[in-house]
T-cell receptor
Framework: DSGVTQTPKHLITATGQRVTLRCSPR?????VYWYQQSLDQGLQFLIH???????AKGNILERFSAQQFPDLHSELNLSSLELGDSALYFC????????????FGQGTRLTVV | QQQVKQSPQSLIVQKGGISIINCAYE??????FPWYQQFPGKGPALLIA?????SEKKEGRFTISFNKSAKQFSLHIMDSQPGDSATYFC?????????????FGRGTQLTVWP
C-alpha cells in the first residue's frame, strides 16, 4: 500500500458527461501528480500541483482541469467526455516540489460509453 | 518526443534466470532514475532508484546499472521468479518545474515461466 488513495476505483459514464476523480496524497506529501495510462500512449503526465499551486502541465486537454485543496487532496475534473478518454488515471504524491520519485495510487479506471 | 526509451517491449525468462531491461535517456539534466513495477489492475510501485553519482545500486535480487557517459541504465533481476511477472517501467526526473515530473519509458512486460 503506497499510502495514496484514489476514488472511485472504477467509473463508467456516457460521452459528453463530466466526472471528478479524487486523490488523497500520502501524509506529509505536498506534491500531487496526475498521469493517464492507456495502451497506445503509455503513462502520460497530465499536471503537477505543489502545496496548492500548479507547477507544471503536460499533455492535458483543455476539457480537463485539476486543483489541489488546502488539505492537500486533489481532484481531476474531466468534462465533455469522449470515448478516447477511457483510460486509467493515476495520482502520485511526493514530498518534494519536483524531482525524485513519486508514490502512485491504485488508479481510477474510467470507461466512457 | 520520447525522453526515455525502453527495451525490450516484452521479455520471457525461465525461473531462476536473469531478466535484463534497458533504458536510454537524452536529457543530461535528469538526476534521478527510478524503476517501477506494475501488476495488472494496480498502480506502478517504486521498486528501486539510482542517482547518477553511483554506477550501481543493489536491493535484494534487483540491481540498477547506470552508465552516465552512455546515458543508459538497466534493471537486472537475478533469480527471476514467477511472482516477478509484471510490467516494468523505467523513468527519469530532474530538478525544476519542467523536469520535476517523471518521464516514463513505454514499459516491458516480463513473464517468468516456472
Amino acid at each position: 500500500d503506497s499510502g495514496v488513495t484514489q476514488t472511485p476505483k472504477h467509473l463508467i459514464t456516457a460521452t459528453g458527461q463530466r466526472v471528478t476523480l479524487r486523490c488523497s496524497p500520502r501524509s506529509g506529501d505536498l506534491s500531487v501528480y496526475w498521469y493517464q495510462q492507456s495502451l497506445d500512449q503509455g503513462l502520460q503526465f497530465l499536471i503537477h500541483y505543489y502545496n496548492g499551486e500548479e507547477r507544471a502541465k503536460g499533455n492535458i486537454l483543455e476539457r480537463f482541469s485539476a486543483q489541489q485543496f488546502p488539505d492537500l487532496h486533489s481532484e481531476l475534473n474531466l468534462s465533455s467526455l469522449e470515448l478516447g478518454d477511457s483510460a486509467l488515471y493515476f495520482c502520485a504524491s511526493s514530498p518534494l516540489s519536483g524531482g525524485g520519485g513519486a508514490f502512485f495510487g491504485q488508479g481510477t479506471r474510467l470507461t466512457v460509453v | 518526443q520520447q525522453q526515455v526509451k525502453q527495451s525490450p517491449q516484452s521479455l520471457i525468462v525461465q525461473k531462476g534466470g536473469i531478466s535484463i531491461i534497458n533504458c536510454a535517456y537524452e536529457n543530461t539534466a535528469f538526476d534521478y532514475f527510478p524503476w517501477y513495477q506494475q501488476f495488472p489492475g494496480k498502480g506502478p510501485a517504486l521498486l528501486i532508484a539510482i542517482r547518477p553519482d553511483v554506477s550501481e545500486k543493489k536491493e535484494g535480487r534487483f540491481t540498477i546499472s547506470f552508465n552516465k557517459s552512455a546515458k543508459q541504465f538497466s534493471l537486472h533481476i537475478m533469480d527471476s521468479q514467477p511472482g516477478d511477472s509484471a510490467t516494468y517501467f523505467c523513468a527519469a526526473s530532474g530538478r525544476g518545474s519542467t523536469l520535476g515530473r517523471l518521464y516514463f519509458g513505454r514499459g516491458t512486460q516480463l513473464t517468468v515461466w516456472p
